[in-house]
């Protein structure tokens, strides 16, 4: 199992009993769920499962209607929103790069904020550059509309990675790319956990990006967390939304 | 042409390019922190905006008529009323720049977490800026062609010569005023144009 290599896992993130009403209607429904340093837990569901406004209540920019979520072992009531989203890097599908920003200042934007010296943030962004697979030389001024969608991506995860976070929230980031940039970035992805071993929050409704990437599957289904497994669990699933997402796989078999 | 003409073209000119870049300037410093202030604010927005639109349905010589008892004859009167025109165009774009900042950017810069002041100044105001320039340039343009009125109440500009021109039915005088005033919105409109499409490339 993946614990093995951790002497004590330590819960990172910490959702308690957490419910979230949008416009009296509610979207969470008692949510618990822990994720240990060094996973990637998978939030898994169909389109208003929730999955995407649970991501969102970690980092603040939803707010719990009630319940508890501590990050680091502080409750994010204590934290300064700014500082704790500083310590969670964040990547949306598309990216969201600022446009008028070239690439060295996309990613290099969370040290900016936190006044590293600037030759330190430059050696940064060659680096995670380099640990996203880009040429730095050929690829730190150039601005986000130069660059193809996979790029952007790549470019999406530096930023997020730009001071070290202790946690990385994703929002289905490879949702718009196409199969083989998807695939391209899912290795990446693994490879990058095996070499940085960040703690990952990740969204998505493709199943076989779930099996892929996971160390846990938090399953969703109406606001509700139908199920936390591990990938060779949730081939076993039994509950009915489970199922569902396993019929998926059937035509086209198994990733890997 | 005679020399004594051309050198009232000129000087009625300037004194025609010094209305329009005061009053630019004073509805420009009302109009950008204001937009600034009401964009999150739905509610007091549309209540400014609605204020700057019934601004820009009066005449512009009832409104300078309205002023005259307050504020006089001369130069003063003209830069309030044209502001007051002035300040509709700067602020709807500045509002349409700022709120046109696609949301995955501005969530993205929330989530890494900038402070809702370096988001305006870092993100969305940089973003605004064609926007903003489209708004000055269309304000510039339409101040130059009302300054003209303003010599009815004795402002100056190149408005004097029109004056002129329909109180003695002199051709001439209507075209050393029409013709300058025609030529300067047309240079300001492409000039801002030009600066707009930099801007939107950069």
């Known amino acids: 199992m993946y614990y093995e290599n951790c002497a004590v896992p330590s819960a990172i993130l910490e959702i308690r009993d957490v419910s979230c009403a949008l416009g009296g209607r509610p979207v969470l429904r008692h949510i618990n769920l822990t994720v240990e340093e060094g996973e990637t837990v998978v939030l898994l569901g169909r389109s208003g499962s929730g999955k995407t406004t649970l991501l969102k209540t970690v980092n603040g920019l939803v707010p719990a209607t009630s319940g508890e979520i501590r990050f680091e072992g502080r409750g994010t009531a204590q934290w300064d929103a700014v500082e704790m989203r500083r310590r969670m890097g964040y990547v949306i599908q598309d990216a969201g790069l600022f446009p008028h920003w070239t690439v060295e200042a996309n990613i290099g934007l969370v040290p900016r904020l936190e006044k590293w010296e600037p030759a330190r943030v430059a050696a940064r962004v060659d680096l995670l550059l380099e640990t996203v697979g880009l040429a730095p030389a050929e690829f730190r001024h150039r601005y986000p509309r130069q660059l193809s969608g996979g790029q952007r991506q790549r470019v999406g995860i530096s930023r997020a990675l730009g001071a070290d976070p202790p946690l990385l929230l994703f929002d289905e980031p490879f949702a718009s790319l196409d199969p083989i940039t998807r695939y391209e970035l899912q290795r990446q992805f693994l490879e990058l956990r095996s070499t940085v071993r960040k703690t990952a929050l990740f969204v998505t409704h493709d199943v076989r990006e779930a099996l892929l990437l996971a160390t846990r599957i938090a399953l969703l289904r109406e606001g509700e967390l139908e199920s936390v497994a591990t990938p060779e669990e949730f081939l076993a699933s039994r509950t009915k939304e489970g199922q569902a997402f396993l019929a998926c796989l059937e035509d086209d078999g198994r990733p890997d | ?202």
Do not use: C
């Open chain 2, 1 to 202: 042409m005679s020399p004594s003409l051309a050198e009232e073209i000129l000087s009625l000119s300037l004194q025609h390019l010094r209305l329009v870049a005061i009053t630019i300037a004073i509805a420009a410093a009302i109009a950008l922190p204001t937009a600034v202030l009401v964009a999150r604010r739905p509610g007091v927005r549309r209540w400014v905006l609605s204020f700057t639109n019934i601004a820009q349905t009066v005449p512009s010589l009832a409104l300078f008529g309205f002023l005259l008892p307050l504020i006089g004859i001369g130069e003063q009167t003209a830069i309030v009323a044209l502001s007051l025109y002035a300040l509709l165009p700067i602020l709807r774009s500045t509002l349409t720049g700022i709120l046109g900042v696609d949301p995955a950017v501005r969530e993205s810069a929330m989530a890494m977490g900038m402070t809702p002041r370096q988001i305006l100044w870092q993100v969305e105001l940089p973003l605004a800026v064609p926007s903003i320039v489209a708004g000055l340039r269309i304000a510039t343009v339409t101040t130059i062609g009302t300054a003209t009125i303003a010599a009815f109440i004795g402002a100056g500009g190149l408005g004097v010569f029109l004056v002129r021109g329909i109180a003695m039915m002199d051709k001439q005088a209507l075209l050393a005023g029409a013709l300058p005033a025609a030529a300067m919105a047309l240079a300001f409109d492409e000039g801002l144009e030009w600066i707009e499409r930099k801007l939107s490339a950069g």
